[in-house]
């Protein structure tokens, strides 16, 4: 399912935002469990969290770190505030770079 379709399916309140977790956690060959872990831990499923060092949204990106991961996904425009756009960043991080979130061990 694309992700123009997930952020449809949301916006229609026909998924949630677990379900949408869930589905691109697979397509983003990213364990769901793992990855609902941090959000919880990170957000607690707040799509709006802004975090003490400006990280934002459901996974707490960076502005700097969400450019940078952005860019190497050919993503030319981003809302980090936007739980799919978030996830999207957030779960290529989690699945190439795992040690940008240190709330892992929490999730053991």
Not at 4 to 27: C, N
Not at 94 to 100: A, C, I, N, S, V
């Amino acid at each position: 399912m694309t992700t123009a379709m997930l952020a449809m399916l949301l916006s229609l309140g026909i998924f949630t935002t677990r379900d949408v977790v869930r589905e691109m956690a697979v397509s983003a060959g990213v364990s769901p469990r793992l990855s609902a872990c941090i959000i919880e831990a990170e957000s607690q499923w707040d799509v709006n969290h802004l975090g003490d060092a400006g990280e934002i949204g459901l996974m707490q990106i960076l502005p700097s770190t969400g450019e940078w991961a952005a860019s190497k996904l050919g993503m030319d425009t981003y809302d980090l505030y936007a739980p799919v756009d978030n996830l999207r960043i957030g779960l290529w991080i989690l699945r190439y770079f795992p040690e940008f979130f240190h709330t892992m061990y929490l999730c053991d």
